[in-house]
């Protein structure tokens, strides 16, 4: 059955002539407006089934995140222990260069 304004309006034209208009009010406020479509309203076994698809999306791309965090720190201490290697040789290079023109 499909509720348009004008049965709104006849219900709540009885409810003033049999509570009053205060009652009346209280119980068109409480009422949904004609324009909700009550099977399309979300059940809690659809909120549930929304939550747990929202828990896998952002389990699986925290683990996404995770795992390009960890490539990038291993390339990074990659590069940064290779340039302390080359500058340690360096610096043992001048060393040994510098004691060899001293002598």
């Known amino acids: 059955m499909t509720i348009d304004e ?3 309006l006849r219900l709540f034209e009885a409810a003033r002539h049999s509570w009053g208009e205060d009652q009346a009010s209280t119980l068109m406020a409480g009422l949904a407006p004609p324009s909700i479509d009550w099977t399309q309203l979300a059940t809690k076994a659809d909120l549930a089934d929304l939550e747990a698809r929202m828990d896998l999306k952002i ?5 996404a995140l995770e795992t390009r965090m960890l490539e990038r720190i291993t390339a990074q201490t990659r590069a940064i222990m290779l340039s302390m ?3 340690n040789a360096t ?4 060393v040994f ?3 060899r023109l001293g002598s």
């Not at 610096?91 to 001048?94: A, I, S």
Request: aromatic letters at 0%; charged letters at 15%; zero cysteines.
């Open 97 to 99: 260069a510098t004691v």
């Open 85 to 87: 290697v080359a500058s």
């Open 91 to 94: 610096l043992v290079g001048l």
């Open 59 to 63: 389990e699986a791309r925290i683990s």
């Open 6 to 8: 004008a049965a709104r």
